[in-house]
């Protein structure tokens, strides 16, 4: 896993010139393999689209008898934990603590947006209505 990696949410729409090869990676997530977040940014913007850095993370944590369990366990609580209005999410931070028998891996996940209108105000969250 790539520190400063990006996830994408299932369903979620890029340019046409823009293609990463994707990794499912838990429910309704995948991982975009081998391209670090500013990389993804510059692909994005070269596109005419706009990856926008939202304010707001996720940070969670998860036990599992191996790093690795740990490490996905945690990455898959924290995507869990991003906000369904936002269709991607940047790989920010990652501790890991071993313990005897165990480890507990302590993930942050930063919110992102992928659209190709400017404002953050365009994109619809599907649990509200709309007012009129």
Aim: glycine share 6%.
């Amino acid at each position: 896993m790539i520190l400063r990696s990006i996830f994408l949410r299932s369903g979620c729409t890029l340019p046409n010139r823009v293609d990463p090869r994707r990794e499912p990676f838990c429910d309704n997530w995948a991982h975009v393999e081998k391209i670090e977040a500013s990389d993804f940014d510059v692909m994005i913007r070269k596109a005419g689209w706009h990856f926008i850095w939202v304010q707001g993370s996720c940070s969670r944590q998860g036990f599992g008898l191996t790093e690795e369990n740990a490490i996905h366990r945690a990455l898959s609580s924290a995507l869990r934990g991003i906000n369904k209005r936002f269709n991607a999410a940047e790989f920010g931070s990652l501790r890991i603590l071993r313990f005897p028998g165990f480890y507990v891996a302590h993930v942050k996940m930063e919110s992102r947006q992928i659209q190709q209108n400017t404002s953050l105000d365009v994109v619809v969250d599907e649990s509200r209505p709309l007012a009129i």
